[in-house]
């Protein structure tokens, strides 16, 4: 059974750019999460999906972060425009319903220049 | 402010010597979660302790918890230079999920 997919696995781009990063979960799981993990701090949760609709978005730093996750299986992340701040590592998480094991991606490194 | 901080930051052992790290948490939780995260990979889940369970096992892991002291332990018996990681602790409140900043371990051969 294929894992969690993130892609790109790196992107660098410039501070003001546009980037989008997407993942994959696993087949059949309804809940999907997003994480952050800036360099030497905690991962923090950015936002949680059932499914298609957002459960949770309280994690988003700023309107300059957009998740869709249009028709409830891959989810995309856009960040526009990117600050330097935005720099990191976006692990996407899938869990079954009902159950609690988080199941993460490899990750995506993100660096804004 | 953190949910989750680990202790140590960071921890060097010879092959064959157990790993102990500890993590301690703020608000009350449902369960609680170690990961592991390999150099340039993703988290692999380890093992989940719920809130009225004291201790778990799983293989050369070995979990407590103290939710009096708001606090987890993972022991890692017998160590293997293929145990160098980085180890996460997480706790599920039922609202959010959050990680500590995470132990650095190095099993040297």
């Known amino acids: 059974e294929a894992g969690v997919t993130q892609f790109p696995s790196h992107s660098v781009i410039e501070k003001g750019q546009t980037v989008t990063l997407r993942c994959d979960p696993i087949?059949?799981?309804?809940?999907l999460y997003w994480y952050r993990r800036v360099m030497g701090k905690e991962i923090k949760f950015l936002l949680h999906f059932v499914k298609e609709s957002k459960q949770d978005e309280s994690g988003m730093p700023n309107n300059r972060f957009l998740a869709e996750r249009t028709g409830g299986t891959y989810s995309t992340l856009k960040v526009q425009p990117a600050e330097l701040e935005d720099s990191g590592v976006y692990f996407c998480?899938?869990?079954?319903?009902?159950?609690?094991?988080?199941?993460f991606g490899p990750g995506t490194r993100l660096t804004v220049l | 402010s953190q949910q989750g901080e680990e202790d140590p930051q960071a921890l060097s052992i010879q092959e064959g010597e157990n790993a102990t790290m500890n993590c301690s948490y703020k608000?009350?939780?449902?369960?609680l979660q170690w990961y592991r995260q390999n150099s340039g990979r993703g988290l692999v889940h380890l093992i989940l302790i719920r809130s009225n369970e004291r201790e778990k096992h799983s293989g050369r892991l070995r979990v407590t918890l103290d939710t009096s002291k708001k606090s987890s332990s993972l022991l890692i018996t017998a160590s293997r230079a293929a145990d160098t990681a980085s180890y996460f602790c997480?706790?599920?409140?039922?609202?959010?999920?959050?990680f500590g900043t995470g132990t650095s371990l190095t099993v040297i051969p």
């Open positions: 087949s059949g799981h309804d809940n």
């Open positions: 608000t009350s939780i449902n369960n």
């Open positions: 997480a706790t599920d409140t039922g609202n959010q999920f959050y």
């Open positions: 998480a899938s869990t079954l319903q009902g159950t609690d094991t988080q199941y």
